[in-house]
């Protein structure tokens, strides 16, 4: 598009800034509406695979999220006492990094920081209270009282998105998948150079990812019913009880969680739109459009792929609703791609059953989906 567009991002979370950095620094105007009150995070970690890296290198903040991670090329599978059983060299997007795991706060302050540098205006505490779309732009009112009119909106607004209710009602709700992660931030373990996977039995797996040089975090999926939730004073014990079945590392990382406070909970849901993702000017993306498990930790990796081909797909088209319709064709089969096989995984770790269709997927795996997701998006 020769002509800067005014763009409202609804949600500045890791999608929207990263979309909000790409926009501005191609000489669009750009908002963001977050509805809390600063850009911290959950104080637990994450991956970035390689896709995600070579997204952050192609928006200038490949450096700065290496500096304030820790990178990392093979994923080691080991015991329950944690004796390697494989070690698996992870792939590579061009000359990204093939892994970065860092702490969300961390990430945060990165896009965060990117994004004010580029002209991004950040309302932090505001939301979307008023929104019509007329076909050629979409009049908005916000929380804070601000009005505006935008050529594009688009909903970075996570797994619950308020958008998604605007747009759809309650067709496309999150699903809960029966099963919870427990994390956990602790003292890295010197052997702890990369993702370590370790399983007891078919059904129980800990993973510990490093994600500073001083900092990693233990994480562990249990089935859980959808209304319990741990004891806010033995939340630490709750998880010891669940992985003891495991010694060495593991069972070393349950000894140094300082309490029950420091133990993160979140419900697995998973989230398909299956109409189009955008209803005129207004766009669905990440999360809200197709939250997925997170068992080859690929949800943000497409979140901000979506944001980079939004960008790349508004600079090639001449009309917004034909960007929109451009990027959904690149997004909707690798997305979904991601979601089958996160499910599929989740499944096979958890004992469920799975269809002919899942059996498929899992014969590519974890390991082996990292070699298709780092092919050209
Ligand atoms: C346990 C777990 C582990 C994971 N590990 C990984 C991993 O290792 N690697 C990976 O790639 N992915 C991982 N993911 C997935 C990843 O966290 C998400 O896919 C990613 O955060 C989605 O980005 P998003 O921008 O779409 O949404 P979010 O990051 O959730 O951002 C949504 C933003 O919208 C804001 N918002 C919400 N409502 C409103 C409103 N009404 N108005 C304004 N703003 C609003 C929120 O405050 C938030 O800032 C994991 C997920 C889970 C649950």
Redesign the pocket.
Known sequence: MATPLRVLV?????????LAVALARRGHTVEV????DE?D?LG??????SN?LHVMREIGLLDDCLKAGFEWEVLTIADPTGATIAEIPQPRMGDAPSNNGIP?PALAKVLGAAATAAGVTIRFG???SELTDDGSGVDVTLSDGSTGRWDLVVG????????RGRLYGDRFAPEYTGFA?W?VTVPRQPRVQGVVMSTAGPTAKALL?PITRDLMYL?AVFAEREDFRPDPERAHEQLTERLSAFSGPVAEALGAIPGPEAVVY?R?SQVTVEEPWHVGRVVL????AH????HI???????VE?ALVLAESLDSEDQVPAALAAWEARRRPRAMWVQRMSRAVLKQETGTPTTPEEDELLKIGIPGSAHVLVKAY
């Open positions: 609804h949600g500045g979370g890791i999608g929207g800034l990263t509406a977050e509805l809390r850009l995070a637990v970690g994450i991956i970035q695979p995600a969300r505001s939301t979307i970075f607004d996570g797994i619950g998105s308020p958008l992660n994390r990812t994480g979140s697995i993306a990440g999360d809200a939250a997925s498990t997170p930790a690929q949800g943000a990796a497409m979140a979506d």
